[in-house]
Structure formats: C-alpha cells, structure tokens
C-alpha cells in the first residue's frame, strides 16, 4: 500500500495534536513532517510527545525542513500561518487540506489562486455530521423560505479566537444560496440595544464561548406556532482529523484543484 506522508503544521495546537495520533493511527499514513511557527515551546519536540507515543519526527519551525519529506501539509493554524504555508506549499507541489479558519476575502482569493499549482482541500469543518447537516439545511431553506425567521446559534471553547465560527458562517452561505439571497447583504451578527423589529429577510447569528465546547451549531427556522431547529454538536475533535485524512485520500490522485468536504464526500450530486 503507498503510504500518504502527511506533515502537519500547528502541530503542538489542538488539532495539530490530534492530527498527529489520527495519523500514527491510520494504516495508510506516515507523519512526514511537523510545523509550528517560530518562538513555539514546542519546536524540536518530538511531534508525538505529547501523546506518549514517540514518531521521531521533531517539530520545526523551517518550512524547507519541516516539509522536505512531505507529499501533503494539514493545516489548522490561524490565518496568517495558513497564508505563508500555503505559498511554500504551492511553490513545491506540496498537496494541502485547510481547516483553518477566519480568513478574509483577499485569504480566500489566495487559497483559490494557489489551487491552481497544487490540489487543496479547504473546508470550515471537516467532520461528516457537519457536512450532510449543510446538506439538510439547504433542503430546509428551500422549504422554510417564507414566514420563518433564520438564526443561527454556534458555541466553542473559551480558547477559539474567530467569531462567528467558520462552520456557522458556512451554514449561513447555504442557507442565503439555498434562498438566493447574499449572505453579506442580509447577515446580522449579534444584537443590542433597541434594533427594532427583525426584518424576515435577514438571517442572524449568535456567538457563545466558554469552557471547553468542542463546537455546537444550531440552527433556527422560527415560525409562527412551530419552530424547526438543526442541531449538530461535536463531543471530541477526532471527527475533525479523521475527515482530514479522508481529504488527503480524496486528494492524492489530484495536481491541482480546489475542493472542499462536500467533494470529499460525494455530497454535490
Ligand atoms: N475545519 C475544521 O474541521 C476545524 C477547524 N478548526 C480551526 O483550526 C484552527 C486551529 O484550531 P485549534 O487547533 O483549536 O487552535 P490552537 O490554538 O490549539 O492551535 C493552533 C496552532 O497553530 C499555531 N499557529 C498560530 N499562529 C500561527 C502562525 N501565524 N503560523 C504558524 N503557526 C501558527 C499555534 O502555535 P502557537 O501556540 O505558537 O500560537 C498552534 O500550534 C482554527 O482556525 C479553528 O477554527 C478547528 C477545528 C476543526
Ligand atoms: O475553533 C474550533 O474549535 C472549531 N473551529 C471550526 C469553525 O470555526 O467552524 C470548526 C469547529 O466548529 C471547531
């Protein structure tokens, strides 16, 4: 079996960590490399340190180093991490599955751009309940289209640093397409004070942080004498790494091209 050697950037963060024993797990993988920025506690660490199993491979803070034995990069870092990987990565044919998330129009435009020298994998969420969820809502959408109010509620760890997060943001693209509507047009982030009565058209979000909240995402389709809510809540992030890994399959015979979890998963029919 050709095994898929996976380098990991971020490795010592939440996911890298994970990332890293779902990969010494995985039958047709090998850690190839590991990646934290600069100044990182953790560089020159052995990456499965922390999990008690040793990988031999040691974290670095050099791109050229850390990726010398890498067909594909996993990135869950921040998105200024994410941007200067993904250079490095596009320049060498490196293949990448992004989980990162926060990035701004001109990040998106990148990612897109470097998807035309090597294959990429860029999803908000990369579990399976997350994405057939998208799918339920964009059937929902379509039939909750008048008189139903749409809010949508997400709640994360008191560590998560983007808000909304980008699963929810990406439940509202579903939704506002599903509606022909633009999200950036009828999104409402947060209320206070005295905002008047809720125009049908706009579609809401509320943020909750605290505690260790893996990631839960509701959404609302408020009527009038009903209300429909969709729910999915994440108990551990091993759904997360075990969706990357699908993505790097999904991947391995591609050399270029964009792609996102709903591809991965054959979910675009
Ligand atoms: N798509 C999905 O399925 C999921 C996406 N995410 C997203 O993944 C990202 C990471 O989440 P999480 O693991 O919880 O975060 P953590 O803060 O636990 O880990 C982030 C890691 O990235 C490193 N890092 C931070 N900034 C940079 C940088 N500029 N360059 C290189 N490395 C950097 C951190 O190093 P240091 O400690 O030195 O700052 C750390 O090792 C977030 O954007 C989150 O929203 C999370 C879970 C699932
Ligand atoms: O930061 C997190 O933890 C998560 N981030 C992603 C997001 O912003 O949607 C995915 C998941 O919800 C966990």
Do not use: W
Not at 113 to 132: D, L, Q, R
Request: aromatic share 6%; proline share 2%.
């Amino acid at each position: 079996m050709t095994q898929l050697k996976i380098a990991v950037a971020g490795a010592s963060g939440r996911m890298g960590r994970m990332l890293i024993e779902a990969i010494a797990a995985a039958p047709d993988a090998v850690l190839a490399g590991a990646l934290d920025r600069e100044g990182n506690p953790f560089i020159n660490s052995d990456a499965g340190a922390f999990s008690g199993q040793l990988t031999g491979v040691v974290i670095q803070s050099d791109l050229a180093k850390g990726l010398a034995d890498a067909d594909f990069l996993i990135d869950f870092t921040r998105p200024e991490g994410t941007l200067h990987h993904l250079e490095y990565c596009a320049a060498h044919g490196i293949k990448m599955i992004i989980g990162t998330t926060g990035f701004d129009d001109a990040g998106k435009a990148a990612i897109r751009a470097a998807a035309e020298k090597t294959a990429i994998v860029f999803a908000p969420n990369m579990s399976i309940g997350v994405n057939v969820t998208l799918k339920l809502l964009e059937m929902a959408a379509k039939n909750f289209s008048e008189g139903y109010d749409i809010e949508i509620v997400e709640a994360h760890h008191r560590h998560k640093v983007d808000a909304p997060s980008g699963t929810a943001l990406k439940m509202g693209e579903v939704i506002a397409d599903a509606l022909g509507r633009d999200l950036k047009e009828c999104a409402v982030y947060g209320r206070e004070g005295v905002t008047g009565e809720r125009d049908p058209s706009t579609i809401g979000f509320a943020t909750v942080r605290g505690g260790d909240i893996v990631g839960d995402h509701t959404v609302l389709f408020a009527g009038i004498g009903e209300r429909i809510e969709i729910s999915h809540k994440s108990s551990s992030r091993v759904s997360y790494a075990q969706g990357s890994l699908r993505a790097a399959r999904y991947i391995a015979d591609k050399a270029t091209g964009l792609y996102d979890m709903q591809d991965v998963l054959g979910l675009k029919a």
